[in-house]
């Protein structure tokens, strides 16, 4: 335990790589995931496609997964890019699913009754689908930070930085400090994510049954 | 609505089929009159929630055409034919996240009223429905009855004034004595308000207390028009099955 506290500058600096990493990588998610689940509520026929490919993302190994986008032309040039693209694939899944799921999820009448009373489609999106899809959709979005916050310790294998340093380090010296030094800053900012984003679900979702 | 025909709603050779190939409605002719209350009477599946969606383009007319105002609905943006038709069926459809006020406040928003008018609005038609605005209008659905649901669906059809009202068993899920409490209203509002309404039943009972004028529907098919006393006075053996199960139901109840 001692070298987490005899070495807090260290300790301060990959917490902070870890969650640029993790925060640059959910964001990207996000920003791809949330239209990607919209866009298969209005073209179902891709749902099988589409969510299938992001569940077989899901069962490569995530060292694997680094390994493999190694030889790409712009991803492979810097490791932080690399791991950012592999974390966000795997964020990819809960937050598309979940997107998919919320909307789809709104009773039929309701939504019968908004396209009847004359809501163009982007009304009905933004004034009944997504706020209705909220917390379906941010549970799928706590799930993805947990998540890539235990993956992006595997980041450091490529020498992309963040907490997995720690981790690596102590393995190769048979040194249990250092490896907690890695572990218990990531498990903590994990935990943090999750009470953090169940805040928000809370704030935002007071007033339903 | 354009034109000053008496005519608010009509249906010519209008069919809908399936893409799989099933035929819900085929070769209606209708008219519906300005200000009158049209019920469509028939079994499940005989095409009048089909016929209905046809009005507001939920559903598109496979053959044939609708006119509402006179004007093909094709033809209509359909955002603008919408807004100017209520809508009111079984299940309601309020929005879980918004309160009663904002739900029935929606369509006068959509439309970009002032926030005073809209105020003055959603007050005046949920004292039309009976439910005083200082008690209701801060819940949200989860807190209110069936009964106080479905008024609250009806004003929110109401809130943008349209001259016409679509409604699709609108108290078909109420407790018989909340039912009978709301056609009694509703009757009473429709003798106000003078919309011309298209109503979706299977009961009978609702269909001669309410209707200027009955439509019975069978397998997708027009029966025919009636007035109320013609359709109890019907020698047409297939109405009179209608009549007859009316009438034996009414019949136990004296008992």
Redesign the interface.
Known sequence: MNFLFTHPREVATLTAEHLWLVGVSMLLAIAIGVPLGILLTRRPRWKTVVLGSTNVVQTIPSLALFGLLLPLPWLGARADRLAIAALALYALLPIVRNTYVGIAGI??????????????SE?LLW??EL??ALPVLLAGIRVAAVITIGVATIAAAIGAGGLGEFIFRGIAMVDNGVILAGAIPAALMALAADLLLSGVEKLLVR??? | MPGDSDIAIEFAGTGFRLPEGKTLLSDLNLAVRRGETLMLVGRSGSGKTTSLKLINCLLKATSGEVRVGGKPVGEWDTIHLRRGIGYAIQDVGLFPHYTVFDNVALVPKLERWEPRRIGARVEEVLALVGMPVGDFAARYPHELSGGQRQRVGLARALAADPPILLMDEPFGALDPITRADLRVEFKNLQQKLGKTVVFVTHDVGEALELGSRIALLEEGKLRGVYRPAEFLATTDASVKAYVDVFRAGQQMFRN
């Open positions: 009773s039929p009448p309701v939504r019968e009754a908004a396209i009847a009373m004359g809501l163009t009304q004034k009944v706020p209705l007033h339903r049954s």
